[in-house]
Structures are given as structure tokens and as C-alpha cells.
């Protein structure tokens, strides 16, 4: 079973900016793609963007242009970069994994962004 264990989260002002990890419990060379989400107070969980295993990504509108997606194999860590930070970017951010057919979830990291 894949774990996965967000970090980096925080109290930013607007326009701030903030790195997320998700630090993986095994090589992510295996994980065919894995994602940042975020569940904002009373809303939906939503994608942020993906990447896979070929290290191709993709953004939700919103946050295009301001946040990056990365991945370390040697590492086994997932990153979410975040650049000009909204406070509609205020949420739960999770990671998540797919490996053969299953998908795996962190649980979670609290991002703030004060106006």
C-alpha cells in the first residue's frame, strides 16, 4: 500500500508564494500518475493539476501559470509549487498516487492565504 504524507503548508498573504511536498512511502518510478487536489471550506474536492509518469502535467484553469508540478524519482517526493497565491487558493491541499488500478490519498495539508 502506498502511503503519502503532504507538507508545507501554511499562512501566506496575497501574493505569496509557498512549496507543497508530498513525501511517497515507495519508488514513485512504479506510480503510473499522481495529483494535487485541494477541498476549499464548504466546497468540493477539486483537482489542482497531475503529472505523470512521463512527467507530463496538467492545470485546472485557475491556478495555470501560477503553480507547478514536479516530481523527484530519487527522492520519492511530489511537489506543488505555488507563486502568487489568492485567498480563493485557501484550502485542504492533498496528494494522491494511481498504481495499478488503485488510488492512494495523503491527508492533507491547510493552505491560508490572507488578504
Known amino acids: 500500500q502506498v502511503q503519502l504524507e503532504e507538507s508545507g503548508g501554511g499562512v501566506v498573504q496575497a501574493g505569496g508564494s509557498l512549496r507543497l511536498s508530498c513525501a511517497v512511502s515507495?519508488?514513485?518510478?512504479?506510480?503510473?500518475?499522481m495529483g494535487w487536489y485541494r477541498q476549499a471550506p464548504g466546497k468540493q474536492r477539486e483537482v489542482v493539476g497531475t503529472i505523470t509518469s512521463g512527467g507530463i502535467t496538467n492545470y485546472v484553469d485557475s491556478v495555470k501559470g501560477r503553480f507547478t508540478i514536479s516530481r523527484d524519482n530519487a527522492k520519492n517526493t511530489l511537489y506543488l509549487q505555488m507563486f502568487s497565491l489568492k485567498p480563493e487558493d485557501t484550502a485542504v491541499y492533498y496528494c494522491?498516487?494511481?498504481?495499478?488500478?488503485?488510488?492512494?490519498w495523503g491527508k492533507g495539508t491547510l493552505v491560508t492565504v490572507s488578504s
Open positions: 515507495e519508488s514513485i518510478f512504479s506510480i503510473n500518475a
Open positions: 494522491n498516487a494511481f498504481r495499478n488500478n488503485v488510488l492512494y
